[in-house]
C-alpha cells in the first residue's frame, strides 16, 4: 500500500473512533484533515461522504436495532436534509476550489466553536414537538456538503439544545445521515466523475475498522473533555489554512 492510502486509513480510522464516541465529528474530522494534506475542497467533501455510507449505514442500522429511532422525526429531517445536500454538493462541485477554500475553513472553525460552546451547555431531558426540524435538516444538508461534515454538530446538537429525547435525536439523525450522505455522495460522483474519490477506499477501510472500538470507546470516556478535545482539534487544523 502506498503511504497515501495509509494515511487515508489513519485518518479514517481516527475520525470513526471520535465519530463513535460523540455520535459526531466523523465528516469535519476527515474533511479537515484532508484539507490539511492538500485535498481539493470538493474532493475532500466528495471522499468523506462516500465513506459515510458505510459509516451511516452501520450506525443507523444498530440505532434502529436498539429502537432508539423516532420515524416522525426521520420523516421530518430526511426530506430538507437530502433536498439541502445536494444543493451544497452541486454548488461546491461548481465552484473552485482555491476560491472555496479559505470559506470552507472559516466554517470548520464555526463548527468547532459551536462544538465547544455545546460541550459546556446544560442538558434538558425533554421531548417537543418541534417546527424548525425540517429546517434545522434542510441547513444541516447544505452545510454538511458544503463543508464536508456538519450534520451531527448542526442538527443532533441543535435538536438536543431545543430539548428533544437524546436517545431519540442521535438514533434518527444518525439513520438520517445515511439518506443526505448517499444523495450527496450520488451528486458529487455525477458531477466529478468515480476517478476523483478512489482514495476513499482507504478511508473507508480505516472508519469500517474502527466502527467497534468507537462503540467501546464511549462507554469508558465522558463526553464533555471529548467535545473539547474534537472542538480544539478542528479549529486549530482549519486555522492553519488562513497562514
Known amino acids: 500500500m502506498t503511504s497515501d492510502f495509509l494515511i487515508f486509513v489513519l485518518i479514517g480510522f481516527l475520525a470513526q473512533i471520535v465519530d463513535g464516541a460523540l455520535g459526531m465529528a466523523f465528516g469535519v474530522l476527515t474533511t479537515?484533515?484532508?484539507l490539511s494534506v492538500g485535498v481539493a475542497?470538493?474532493?475532500?467533501?466528495?471522499?468523506?461522504?462516500?465513506?459515510e455510507c458505510f459509516t451511516t449505514a452501520a450506525s443507523g442500522l444498530s440505532?434502529?436495532?436498539?429502537?432508539n429511532v423516532d420515524w416522525r422525526l426521520v420523516i421530518r429531517l430526511a426530506p430538507a436534509g437530502?433536498?439541502?445536500?445536494?444543493i451544497g454538493a452541486y454548488a461546491l462541485s461548481n465552484i473552485d476550489g482555491d476560491a472555496i477554500a479559505p470559506y470552507v475553513s472559516a466554517y470548520l472553525i464555526a463548527v468547532g466553536l459551536y462544538i465547544l460552546y455545546k460541550a459546556f451547555q446544560p442538558k434538558f431531558p425533554r421531548d417537543v414537538h418541534d417546527w424548525i426540524v425540517p429546517f434545522v435538516g434542510g441547513g444541516g444538508?447544505?452545510?454538511?456538503?458544503?463543508?464536508?461534515?456538519?450534520?451531527?454538530?448542526?442538527?443532533t446538537s441543535s435538536l438536543l439544545g431545543r430539548g428533544h429525547d437524546a436517545k431519540k435525536v442521535i438514533g434518527s439523525t444518525n439513520l438520517t445521515e445515511f439518506a443526505v450522505t448517499t444523495v450527496i455522495s450520488a451528486t458529487f460522483i455525477i458531477t466529478l466523475g468515480w476517478s476523483e474519490l478512489s482514495s476513499a477506499l482507504g478511508l473507508i477501510l480505516g472508519g469500517v475498522l474502527a466502527a467497534p472500538i468507537g462503540a467501546l470507546v464511549v462507554k469508558r470516556l465522558p463526553v464533555k473533555p471529548l467535545m473539547?478535545?474534537?472542538s480544539l482539534i478542528i479549529i486549530g487544523t482549519a486555522a492553519v489554512r488562513f497562514m
Do not use: C, E, F, K
Open 32 to 34: 479537515t484533515a484532508l
Open 63 to 67: 440505532h434502529l436495532y436498539q429502537r
Open 228 to 230: 473539547i478535545a474534537v
Open 141 to 155: 444538508g447544505v452545510l454538511d456538503a458544503m463543508g464536508g461534515g456538519g450534520w451531527g454538530p448542526i442538527v
Open 41 to 51: 475542497p470538493a474532493a475532500a467533501s466528495a471522499m468523506t461522504h462516500v465513506t
Open 82 to 86: 437530502m433536498v439541502g445536500g445536494a
